[in-house]
């Protein structure tokens, strides 16, 4: 039986790299984001089985019932991937920019999140996947909302996933935990190391989706960092 995925946020770097890749595998997809003519032109390049669908996730009615409207045309939905984010947004004011990363990375997170729940425990079935980051392991003085949007993220599918356990629905949560991946986010930053081409963080995203894991690192090797974090104490953390 065909499998069907939702790519919310599927214009440009993590997003773009896992719909070619799931669509390589067989997937059929309906692919969301704000750039309608890059979704155009994404479409056109992947070909037949593609749904595309303008969405802004912080117009969150709106987000909910375009979703909605893109399972009805794909008939139903298996996995839905929860990767709209953005991280320094360029706003007049330290609270513009950090209000932009909460609506997106927060509030448009947590309605699509519940909403495909919800979804999935009326259908009996699904799964869903959320993109945090390594950042969420700590704060970070530079991008203190961005890193503890992505905190709440993991936090957040942690939660759905217990509450899956006690479901009578079979439904699957998976953290994406990326390092650093090629992106507009990381274009130009300093500082970066064992930065993962689109392609391979794409294809090691594709295999955990695919394994149904809890939870999984992009790329693996970041696994390391994500336990050293864990043991650093705060005031160490506290100095960066």
Known sequence: ???????????????????EELHSRGYALGLTGRRVERLEELKNSLGKNVKIQFM???????????????????????????????????????????KRVIDVNIRGFTALANYSFD?????????????SSVAGHFGYGLSAAYNASKAFVSTYLQ???QRANHSKADIAV??????????????????????????KAARQIANAIESRKNRAYITKRWWLVGWVLKLVPNWVLDRI
Do not use: C
Not at 184 to 189: I, L, P, Q, S
């Open 1 to 19: 039986m065909e499998r069907k995925a939702v790519i919310i946020g599927a214009t440009s770097g993590i997003g773009r790299a896992l719909a």
């Open 56 to 98: 802004d996730v912080t117009k969150t009615r709106d987000a909910i019932d375009q979703l909605e409207m893109l399972i009805r045309e794909l008939k139903h939905m298996d996995i839905i991937v929860l990767n709209a984010g953005v991280s320094n947004f360029r706003g007049s004011t330290m609270w513009k920019t950090e």
């Open 174 to 199: 998976t953290d994406i935990i990326p390092g650093f991946v090629e992106s507009e986010m990381t274009d130009g930053k300093p500082g970066m190391f064992w930065v993962a081409g689109k392609d």
């Open 119 to 131: 979804y999935f425990e009326k259908k009996g079935n699904g799964h869903i996947v959320g993109i």
């Open 159 to 161: 939660g759905y996933r």
